[in-house]
């Protein structure tokens, strides 16, 4: 199994400004993804943060918007660039286990936009 | 339409009462999670699913390959299983995540 902090555990946040979320395993895994839940809704996924690489992003979301950073197997940051009250959500790490079959989750930072 | 349904989607049980979450699937899956997410927005892997029945405690999770199907049961419930409970299927290289059903169990 994986354990994952992510920091911060909750903010919240002026319209306009940007937010750094950071997320530390306690292991080197291959596949970092990031997500987001909004209210209820189910998750999303972002994108899928590569170590050396850019980040995938999935349809719907840019790379502008949410900067993705990867600069070692055990760390990621996830940056929500000038925020809107619509970008209010659970943003969540997670990491595939070593068969990539078993997934793992942070315990997420919940954003509030004003 | 989503390719991960869940039901219901709403629960309230009373203390002890036995719990069944159920969900269906649309795709092909090489593995199916149940996950819990409590108020506080964190996620707990419950079970991890490719056939047949798993149990850990209380909690029992049953998957129909052939009908696309699981079910989560809680037996003697109880008020800290009050979360929201996630259906999650692996499909190819992606995960499908269901709604979640969000279930309060009173004292």
């Known amino acids: 199994s994986a354990v994952i902090s992510q920091k911060p555990s909750r903010d919240i946040c002026q319209r306009g400004t940007s937010l750094t979320i950071q997320c530390q395993v306690d292991s080197q895994v291959t596949m970092m993804f990031w997500y987001r839940q909004q209210p209820g809704q189910s998750l999303t996924l972002i994108a899928t943060a590569n170590q050396g690489s850019e980040a995938t992003y999935e349809s719907g979301f840019v790379i502008d918007k949410f900067p993705i950073s990867r600069p070692n197997l055990t760390f990621s940051t996830l940056t929500v660039s000038n925020m809107s009250p619509e970008d209010s959500s659970i943003y969540l790490c997670s990491v595939a286990g070593t068969d990539s079959y078993e997934q793992y989750f942070g315990p997420g930072t919940r954003l509030t936009v004003t | 339409k989503n390719e991960v349904e869940q039901s219901p989607q709403n629960l309230t049980a009373q203390e002890g009462e036995f719990i069944t979450i159920n969900c269906s699937y649309s795709?092909?899956?090489?593995?199916l999670h149940w996950l819990q997410q409590h108020p506080g927005g964190g996620i707990v892997s419950l079970f991890m699913l490719s056939s047949g029945k798993k149990k850990h405690g209380r909690l029992i999770a049953t998957i129909n390959i052939q009908e696309k199907h699981s079910s989560l049961h809680i037996t003697a419930s109880h008020p800290r299983d009050s979360a929201v409970y996630i259906c999650a299927v692996r499909g190819g290289n992606q995960f499908y995540f269901g709604t979640g059903t969000s279930l309060t169990v009173i004292p």
């Open positions: 795709v092909g899956i090489s593995a």
